[in-house]
């Protein structure tokens, strides 16, 4: 008896640590279904190669190098987000997407979920190299996307997926 004691007052313990240091958790809403579409702009990472063919003199031939450059590019793009519970996914605009990714089906998966009634927080896994965070603003709609050397912001809007399709 003194055993079960011991251990109920032990996960007593336990629960009551989790809820002072974590209070995210009991915050976060286990029954959110979202479904967002966010329009928007962005800057993306743009690299590109270029063959360059140069004479040289001494051996009497042409010879070809690749040469990379890379830039900031803006675009204009949509992000798609679902929630369900305490899972989530986002389609990213394309630019920001490099050729090396995670995604599946289109899809990245929202890890570090974090959702209470103020925002929706967390980071989004790209590849190896490439990871970036997420945060929406339930009042005001702004999605903000940054990390890895592009960024997007972009106006979000519910998608009720029970209303009548438009066509």
Known sequence: MHTVNTRLATIAIAIAIVMILCPQILRADSS?????ICRGS???NKSESANINTYDPKTKKYTTTTAQSSSKEPFNGVAVVEIAGHMGRIKLPEPMIPPLNTRDDGWFKIKELVVNEDEITG???INFLNSKTL???????????EGGGSSFSGQCEAVDRAAPKKF
Not at 32 to 36: Q, R
């Open 42 to 44: 962005g800057i993306a």
């Open 135 to 145: 945060r929406i603003d339930r009042h005001s709609g702004l999605m903000t996307i």
């Open 123 to 125: 980071k989004v896994t």
């Open 32 to 36: 959110v279904m979202l479904n967002l």
